[in-house]
């Protein structure tokens, strides 16, 4: 309604209508579904190569001091580090392919799991711990009966944390260097002046996010239903 009576400067907002055309026009080009297939594409790999280091990773530094000592200094100083900043360091190294968006992408959903997976193990009850030593169990017992168990709450918030990144990575990596994707799409609109391109990118970029936070939501429902937690 503020579109149709002028309140609204066409220049940088678009109607519903000029989204929905704009949507209409993409898809029947085609382009609609092969950006939002290469998008997710591109997520699907950077999330797998950076949420398994960073779960290794994670896993090693939870349960062995020293190596946190070792390595997590350097992992901190490169997670204080923006996408955009080595986003032109790995496409010299790598070049303005694939290789380059999906380490961005990797880089970025490596943190949030390997944070997530430390502190979940190590805000396991010690008194846990030490109940399991009375019992006897052996140090594999230990860990794959009490503390990763225990440990799969702050993990799986991890994962949550871990796809949002990518998401995010995914636009940079796609604004910078890409001839297709959802990034692409809103750089187009923005070369172009196609405003309602944008938004298009915009309301695609939301939609899936809030559709993979949705999954991981329900998996933890079905993980976690054991626990009797506080529902509000």
């Given at each position: 309604?503020?579109y149709?009576?002028g309140?609204l400067d066409?220049?940088?907002f678009?109607?519903p ?13 085609g ?11 591109r997520v699907v790999?950077?999330?797998?190569i ?15 001091r ?18 955009l900043a080595i ?34 193990i190590?805000?396991?009850?010690n008194?846990?711990v030490?109940?399991?030593?009375v ?6 017992s ?10 799969v ?7 949550r ?10 636009v ?30 915009i ?14 939501r329900?998996?933890?429902?079905r ?10």
């Amino acid at each position: 309604m503020l579109y149709e009576t002028g309140r609204l400067d066409a220049n940088f907002f678009s109607s519903p209508t000029d989204i929905a055309s704009a949507i209409g026009e993409l898809a029947r080009s085609g382009e609609l579904f092969r950006d939002i297939g290469i998008s997710l594409w591109r997520v699907v790999c950077g999330f797998a190569i950076g949420g398994t280091l960073g779960l290794i990773f994670g896993l090693l530094s939870g349960f062995s001091r020293r190596t946190e000592m070792m390595i997590d200094p350097l992992f901190q100083l490169l997670r204080m580090t923006p996408s955009l900043a080595i986003a032109p360091l790995f496409i010299l190294w790598f070049g303005f392919g694939e290789t380059s968006k999906v380490l961005i992408i990797a880089v970025g959903a490596y943190f949030p799991i390997y944070v997530n997976t430390v502190l979940g193990i190590r805000n396991v009850d010690n008194k846990l711990v030490e109940v399991s030593q009375v019992l006897a169990y052996s140090r594999f017992s230990q860990i794959a009966k009490l503390i990763v168990p225990s440990s799969v709450p702050s993990i799986l918030l991890g994962v949550r944390l871990s796809l949002a990144v990518a998401w995010l990575s995914v636009v940079v990596a796609e604004m910078i260097n890409s001839k297709s994707g959802i990034g692409y799409l809103i750089y187009f609109g923005q070369y172009n002046s196609r405003i309602d391109y944008i938004f298009v990118g915009i309301i695609l970029f939301a939609t899936a996010g809030k559709l993979v936070d949705s999954f991981v939501r329900y998996l933890e429902r079905r993980l976690l239903g054991w626990r009797d937690n506080f529902k509000g």
